[in-house]
């Protein structure tokens, strides 16, 4: 994809294939990705507020490959990245306006086609990463039909399989399909959970025609008191 300014603003007046974008993730991350080692490893994630990607990066990532139906999401990543990269800032002041970001574009030579708990402090890893590696973004739905080759060690689907709740089967299963054929045979789809504490019934009775369904340890509830189940993840059989 080539970065074009223009393209961006007709995206966006347009809203073909957009929606709202994201400050930041509210998954705990650091909760999840403590239970796996992504050092190395070949990964596609769900695009979003780029928290996800960056910590997979700093974790030692060999490769992060993107996705998200909403296309607004990897002009917003290109922000961040630059953020950065020119101002060595994870996440950017509290509010935006077109003063900083015109300020900020004046420093950007595009080279590419194409909080709180999850805040990351030391950012040497991940400057170091975008220095040398591009990133690939697919605009894609991933519970409808999609066309890619590539296989990875890792997929992170942060709570989308929630949604898939109010979806009939034939779309539980084109997600199940899709996730089992974009992963190589040992690998490992990591789904979060922000609503409930478990993959839903209906939804797992598909899910483990393909996949063994291993629900992360549950976790304190700090705000609330009692705990939860931060996710979940499919090891393909």
């Known amino acids: 994809m080539n970065f074009d300014r ?34 190395g490893k070949n990964i596609l994630s769900v695009l979003g507020s780029g928290d996800q990607a960056f910590n997979l990066i700093n974790r030692g990532a060999k490769k992060v490959d993107l996705f998200d139906r909403n296309k607004m999401t990897i002009y917003f990543f290109y922000l961040r990245k630059w953020i950065i990269e020119y101002l060595n800032m994870y996440y950017y002041k509290k509010y935006l306006n077109s003063n900083f970001i015109k300020d900020l574009l004046k420093m950007v030579i595009p080279k590419t086609e194409g909080m709180k708990d999850n805040n990351i402090r030391n950012l040497s890893k991940i400057k170091e990463f975008i220095k040398q590696n591009d990133f690939l973004f697919r605009n894609m739905d991933i519970t409808e039909d999609i066309s890619v080759d590539e296989k990875y060690d890792y997929l992170i689907l942060s709570n989308i399989s929630e949604w898939l709740c109010y979806s009939d089967y034939d779309k539980i299963w084109r997600f199940t399909n899709n996730v089992f054929d974009l992963l190589e045979n040992d690998g490992i789809a990591i789904c979060s959970t922000l609503w409930v504490n478990d993959c839903d019934g209906r939804v797992r009775n598909i899910f483990k025609r393909k996949f063994d369904i291993c629900t992360l340890k549950k976790k304190p509830k700090f705000k609330y008191g009692g705990n939860y189940y931060p996710g979940y993840y499919l090891v393909k059989k």
């Open 6 to 39: 223009k393209k961006i603003k007709n995206d966006a007046r347009n809203f073909i294939n957009s929606d709202e974008i994201y400050y930041n993730s509210n998954e705990k991350l650091n909760i999840i990705y403590n239970n796996f080692d992504f050092n």
